[in-house]
């Protein structure tokens, strides 16, 4: 008669694919992993998704407990007055502008030539910059550079310092337990197949909640606990600076909107290629938050699109000009309780990590880990009680993350 004793046989050792079982209690896990262009097809094979193209950029630490990845501001700094002599004559907060620099005021709307240079101090080809609104504090562009003709005069170019980012791999397991008496008492009548599909997708679910709940609120830590090392990856509200964690509610409904569109605005605008593009930018949200848009929004329409693979909705809502992509999420709901909270996301440019191979097994091969778990059986002292643990490794790319399409926002 079969038991959970030995009803493990065919996934023991060989893995189990935890976004197959798994995604049901958290959808947008399969988002964190694959090309959303690839999810909406009735019955997905999750065997051969393809992964996201970010994923070839991510590579693991030295000591193999962090991913690590390195990114460059590639936009030009903008300057600012900081002192103003004349309306040709100004100070600003940097030491390599040089004669030749094209420099649009975008306070005063003016474009003007530097003429001369000494360290911070310009001067300015008169009678540009002569507005009143020249003042102190104004941000001004670097347009582009006139060299004087026939002679040897350039721009010397300079690379912004990379800055460098990491996560933790955070290793996580769930302990399948089997008692010979329970087995034989409550599933005398189960067949094997049934048993074996029930506790391990309620193993793989539970697995995969903990991995979506770190990838919003996780945080990034290592500890040392009787020796050994706890490691914890860190999630959005840990990567996102705190300047884009912004309350848009304004006095009346017309100041939140207009608060909302800044927001989009300033997310749209970070530079990252292909955020215009279909559903690239969503916004993982509450309900509450969702029906606070959508009591905003109520005599605009509404577009519904849907990934039919993994059953998730996106509300779309035109705001001015930008669009808002909204999906709820269940897991926000249970983490952050009844709260009107949104993240919002470069979903292209996200990606759920896992240590690619595992652990040798017992044919010599190793297993791929990219959305599976690995089943295994634990020291088993007697031959009535088992217990097997379901284990995999996860943690978070979040690549452009200085960029500011990343942001939370929150209606309080």
Not at 34 to 49: G, P, Q, R
Not at 248 to 269: C, F, P, S, V, W
Request: hydrophobic residues 35%; aromatic residues 12%; charged residues 25%.
């Amino acid at each position: 008669m079969a038991t959970a004793l030995n009803s493990t046989t065919k996934v023991n050792g060989k893995g189990l694919h935890l976004v197959r079982y798994g995604y049901a209690e958290a959808p947008e896990v399969a988002l964190l992993l694959y090309d959303i262009s690839k999810l909406n097809e009735e019955n997905l094979d999750f065997k051969s998704l393809q992964l996201k193209g970010v994923a070839s950029e991510v590579s693991t630490s030295e000591d193999g407990y962090s991913i690590v990845w390195k990114e460059e501001d590639v936009k030009e700094a903008y300057i600012k007055v900081t002192a103003k002599t004349s309306a040709t004559s100004i100070t600003v907060d940097a030491n390599d502008v040089i004669v030749g620099e094209t420099l649009y005021n975008q306070t005063t709307e003016e474009t003007a030539l530097v003429v001369a240079v000494t360290g911070a101090n310009l001067t300015l080809e008169a009678p540009w910059f002569a507005g009143t609104a020249l003042a102190v504090g104004n941000k001004i562009t670097r347009v582009s550079f006139a060299k004087k003709y026939g002679e040897d005069h350039g721009h010397r170019v300079k690379r912004n310092e990379l800055t460098e980012f990491s996560n933790y791999v955070q290793f996580t397991e769930e302990l399948i337990d089997s008692d010979m008496i329970e087995n034989n008492k409550n599933y005398l009548f189960t067949t094997n197949e049934e048993r074996v599909k029930k506790i391990y997708s309620d193993a793989s679910r539970k697995i995969i909640k903990g991995i979506v709940s770190s990838f919003y609120i996780g945080k990034k830590f290592r500890t040392n606990t009787s020796g050994a090392y706890q490691y914890s990856a860190g999630g959005l509200n840990d990567f996102v600076p705190a300047a884009n964690k912004v309350n848009i509610k304004g006095t009346n409904d017309t100041e939140t909107k207009a608060k909302l569109r800044l927001q989009l605005q300033k997310a749209y605008q970070s530079g990252l290629n292909g955020l215009y593009g279909k559903n690239k930018l969503l916004a993982f949200c509450t309900t509450k938050f969702a029906a606070d848009i959508e009591a905003l929004y109520e005599p605009k329409v509404v577009y519904n699109d849907k990934l039919t693979g993994v059953h998730i909705e996106i509300k779309t809502y035109q705001v001015g000009a930008f669009t808002l992509n909204l999906v709820c999420s269940n897991v926000l709901d249970y983490d952050l309780g009844d709260v009107s909270t949104a993240f919002l996301v470069p979903i292209e440019y996200v990606f759920a990590f896992m240590l690619p191979n595992g652990v040798t097994g017992k044919d010599g091969k190793t297993l791929e880990r990219f959305g599976r778990g690995i089943v295994y059986d634990k020291p088993q002292a007697t031959f009535e009680k088992k217990t097997q643990g379901l284990a995999t490794n996860f943690s978070f790319y979040f690549k452009g993350i200085s960029s500011g399409a990343y942001r939370i926002l929150y209606i309080k």
